[in-house]
C-alpha cells in the first residue's frame, strides 16, 4: 500500500508518530516519509535515534505548524497520504489554553482538508479520541468538530480522488502525557494519585493503533470513523500494576475529566457497523451509512449499544499490564520517547 509512496506525519515526533514510522518503514518501502511538527530539539533527536531504522534516509524532518497554512502546503508537494496525528490532547492544558487548543485541532484541521484536497492527496487518516464521543471538555469538543471536519471533507473534493477518515482510540499505554508514565514517574514516592476509584480505561498499544491507521488506509472509501475493539482496566488496577505497594490516595477528579470513556455512543449505533475486530461508524450525510461499499461485511450493532470503557466485556488484568510493561515492545518505546 505504501510501497514507493510518500506520506506526511503531521505531529510526527509525538509518541504514534514515532511507531507509526518505524513500523511502516519495516513492513513497507516508502518513497519517503515526512516529519512535519514545530519542535526542532525534538526532530534532531528523533533523526538521531532513527538511523538505525532508516538507512537510506528515507525520513525528511519538516520544521511547521498546522495552523500555518503556507508551510503545509510547501510539505505537501508530491505526498500520496497523511496522517494527522498533530494535536493539543492534555485535557487541563486545553481548559486553561483554549485558544490554543482551538488552533491547532480545529483551525489546524481545517488546515489540513484544504491542503490535502489542492494537491490532490490520494487518503488521509486523522487520529481522534474517545473524548470526541459524547464530549464534555474542551478537548474531546475540538477532536469532535475535527472529525466531524474530515468526515464532511469527501463532499468537497469535487472530481479529485482524496479521501479522509477517522480512527478513534483510548488511552494508548505508555504514550507521553498518559497514566503510565505518569504514574511510573511517582512510583517511587509512594504515593499515587487516583482522581476517581470508579474509573476506568481502554487500553491500547501503539502498535495496535498503527494497525488501526493502516487498516483504515486499505478500507476506506471515505467518512469512516474507525474504532478498535480493545480491553478496559480500573484506573486503580493501572496503579497497583506499575507499583504494587504505593498507596493510592483519591484526589478527585480533574477538570474535563470522565469516569469512563466511551467510544461508540447509543446515537451512533445507528450508523455503528461490526467487525471481527473493530467498528465502523458511518456518516449520515449522502446516506452514506446506508452505502455497501462502506459497510461491505459489517453488521450493525444492536439498538441502544454503546462501547464503553465501564461495560466492556473484554478487561486487562494487573498481571497482563505488568507482563506488557516489562515486555521489549514497552522498553523500545520508552527509548524513543526519552
Known amino acids: 500500500m505504501f510501497d ?10 509525538g509518541s504514534f508518530g514515532k511507531k507509526f514510522i518505524k513500523m511502516t518503514l519495516q513492513k513497507y518501502s516508502p518513497k519517503r516519509i515526512i516529519v512535519y511538527s514545530r519542535d526542532e530539539m525534538k526532530q ?3 533523526a538521531i535515534k532513527f538511523k538505525e531504522y532508516d538507512p537510506e534516509n528515507k525520513i525528511k524532518y519538516f520544521i511547521g505548524d498546522v495552523r500555518d497554512k503556507e508551510r503545509l502546503h510547501r510539505a505537501t508537494q508530491n505526498v500520496d497520504f497523511i496522517v494527522h496525528a498533530a494535536a493539543t490532547k492534555i485535557v487541563p492544558t486545553a481548559e486553561y489554553n483554549p485558544f490554543e487548543c482551538i488552533k491547532t485541532n480545529i483551525h489546524g484541521a481545517m488546515n489540513v482538508v484544504e491542503v490535502a484536497i489542492e494537491h490532490n492527496v ?16 474542551l478537548y474531546g469538543a475540538t477532536k469532535l468538530a475535527s472529525d466531524k471536519l474530515f468526515v464532511s471533507a469527501n463532499l468537497d473534493v469535487g472530481n479529485k480522488d482524496t479521501r479522509f477518515s477517522v480512527v478513534r482510540y483510548g488511552n494508548v499505554m505508555g504514550s507521553r502525557g498518559s497514566v503510565i508514565p505518569f504514574f511510573q514517574s511517582l512510583a517511587e514516592s509512594g504515593s499515587l494519585p487516583i482522581t476517581d476509584v470508579r474509573m476506568t480505561r481502554f487500553m491500547i498499544t501503539l502498535e ?7 487498516h483504515a488506509f486499505g478500507d476506506m472509501v471515505g467518512g469512516e470513523i474507525y474504532v478498535r475493539k480493545i480491553p478496559s482496566m480500573k484506573i486503580t488496577d493501572i496503579a497497583a500494576a506499575v507499583s504494587p505497594h504505593a498507596e493510592q490516595k483519591v484526589i478527585g477528579i480533574r477538570p474535563g475529566e470522565k469516569i469512563h470513556e466511551l467510544m461508540v455512543s447509543e446515537d451512533d ?3 455503528t457497523y461490526e467487525y471481527e475486530w473493530n467498528y465502523k461508524i458511518l456518516p449520515t450525510i449522502n446516506q452514506w451509512h446506508l452505502d455497501e461499499a462502506r459497510i461491505k461485511d459489517g453488521k450493525i450493532v444492536s439498538k441502544g449499544f454503546a462501547y464503553s470503557s465501564g461495560e466492556n466485556p473484554e478487561w486487562m488484568t494487573i498481571e497482563q499490564l505488568q507482563s506488557f510493561l516489562s515486555s521489549t515492545d514497552y522498553t523500545e518505546l520508552q527509548k524513543l520517547n526519552a
Open 4 to 13: 514507493n509512496k510518500t506520506i506526511l506525519v503531521t505531529g510526527g515526533t
Open 269 to 271: 449505533a445507528f450508523t
Open 208 to 214: 495496535q493503533g498503527v494497525e488501526l491507521v493502516w
Open 122 to 137: 490520494k487518503g488521509v487518516v486523522a487520529l481522534s479520541t474517545d473524548k470526541a464521543c459524547n464530549p464534555i471538555n
Open 44 to 46: 534532531w533527536n528523533m
